[in-house]
């Protein structure tokens, strides 16, 4: 014999599934590991915030400000910087992959010669800056920084320089690569450099922590107010 429930009780049956339905989509996905493995997903309760990019890959002579990196493989590095920061559910959408050649290659050849002290001037010199994406985002890809950083964020452009080979020489390109740059677009969002902890952070420069890829809630919300205005964070000096 078939039991009918009346309405009343089937429509609190529903209301109750979709509160544990919520509860569970509301679970938080916690990042531990090495950089490719996941990150952790803050619960689903805004939109994500989607924010266009364009791709500067940079030609030179002078072997280390020339990538060698393919528009496949740019668009493999840019998977796993957004695999990483959904955790703040903001996705950087490449517009445009340009190559262009590199300026001021002899005074970037003497600073990582050592003939002159590193100054950041100099090294964003090296950027062409005619085909900037105004008013959005600016990523300058080399092949090396030579050991000096494995990125760095130019705020009075504003743009990020990121290397395609870490700071040990090594070209990871789903785990140091992606991580390297998606830390300077983490100071794109305004977000500065935090101390080595062991629970580890994206913003934790040279952290041996196996997490280096996890931010605070305080730092995503700093992130995501900065996203929302449309445009990079603009204020102080370059950010490696």
């Known amino acids: 014999m078939?039991?009918?429930?009346?309405?009343?009780?089937?429509?609190?049956?529903?209301?109750?599934?979709?509160?544990?339905t919520l509860a569970i989509s509301a679970l938080v996905l916690v990042s531990c590991g090495d950089d490719?493995?996941?990150?952790?997903?803050?619960?689903?309760?805004?939109?994500?915030v989607g924010l266009r990019v364009r791709v500067h890959l940079l030609s030179s002579e002078f072997a280390p400000l020339?990538?060698?990196?393919?528009e496949d493989e740019v668009a493999t590095v840019f998977s796993r910087v957004n695999a990483i920061w959904q955790q703040a559910l903001i996705r950087w959408?490449?517009?445009?992959?340009?190559?262009?050649?590199?300026?001021?290659?002899?005074?970037?050849?003497?600073?990582?010669?050592?003939?002159r002290p590193v100054s950041d001037d100099v090294i964003a010199s090296v950027l062409p800056r005619e085909?900037?994406?105004?008013?959005?985002?600016d990523v300058f890809l080399i092949l090396s920084l030579g050991g000096i950083a494995g990125g760095i964020y130019f705020p009075g452009i504003p743009a990020a320089l990121s290397a395609e080979l870490d700071p040990?020489?090594?070209?990871?390109?789903?785990?140091?690569?992606?991580?390297?740059?998606?830390?300077?677009?983490?100071?794109?969002?305004?977000?500065p450099h935090v101390p080595c902890?062991?629970?580890?952070?994206?913003?934790?420069?040279?952290?041996?922590?196996?997490?280096?890829?996890?931010?605070?809630?305080s730092q995503v919300e700093a992130a995501?107010?900065?996203a929302l205005t449309g445009h990079p964070y603009s204020g102080g000096g370059a950010l490696e």
């Open 2 to 20: 078939t039991t009918r429930h009346p309405p009343t009780t089937r429509r609190r049956a529903r209301r109750l599934l979709h509160v544990w």
């Open 197 to 217: 902890t062991a629970a580890g952070n994206l913003m934790s420069p040279g952290c041996p922590a196996a997490d280096r890829t996890r931010l605070t809630d």
């Open 131 to 137: 085909n900037l994406l105004t008013g959005d985002w």
């Open 224 to 226: 995501r107010q900065q």
């Open 93 to 115: 959408e490449i517009e445009s992959i340009l190559r262009e050649d590199a300026l001021n290659s002899d005074a970037f050849a003497a600073i990582l010669r050592g003939d």
């Open 168 to 191: 040990e020489g090594r070209r990871e390109l789903t785990r140091a690569t992606a991580r390297i740059l998606a830390h300077e677009l983490g100071h794109s969002l305004s977000l």
């Open 36 to 48: 490719s493995g996941p990150v952790e997903i803050v619960a689903p309760d805004r939109s994500e």
């Open 66 to 70: 020339s990538t060698e990196l393919t």
